[in-house]
């Protein structure tokens, strides 16, 4: 085990939290996907709250036979609060927004983030400096 995976192992066991993955299928995970990966259902308790939520795993770690680690999902997790405004996440993340196709990609972008935001505060809000390590 490297540095990064015993630190979000060391995360999970110091704030009471519990991780479980759970293979569901191989495929597009994403709206722009190119490549299949295997797709996992994860859920993630913590003080009788819990948070799940579906992770795409890397197309190389999908080729190459891995699963994901704590280390893997806590590290892509939104652990920042995101801008208001569609325009500004938008902005700040680097969508153009162009057209009211574009629009619309931004804007279902930007309200998963804020959903997926919700539910780590929710889980890890006092803690979430900590959280923020695991990168």
């Excluded at 279902?108 to 923020?132: M, P, S, T």
Aim: with cysteine; charged share 25%.
């Amino acid at each position: 085990m490297n540095e990064y995976h015993e630190h979000a192992w060391k995360f999970l066991r110091n704030c009471g939290a519990t991780l479980k993955v759970k293979f569901l299928h191989y495929g597009k995970h994403f709206d722009d996907d190119r490549h299949e990966r295997n797709v996992y259902s994860v859920t993630i308790k913590r003080n009788g709250q819990s948070y799940s939520f579906r992770f795409g795993d890397s197309v190389f770690n999908t080729q190459n036979g891995g699963k994901p680690t704590e280390y893997c999902i806590l590290a892509c997790l939104q652990k920042y609060e995101p801008e208001a405004d569609v325009w500004d996440f938008a902005a700040e993340y680097g969508y153009e927004i162009c057209n009211r196709g574009s629009y619309n990609k931004a804007l279902h972008i930007h309200q998963a983030v804020k959903k997926e935001y919700a539910g780590v505060i929710r889980l890890f809000g006092d803690v979430i400096e900590q959280l923020q390590e695991i990168q």
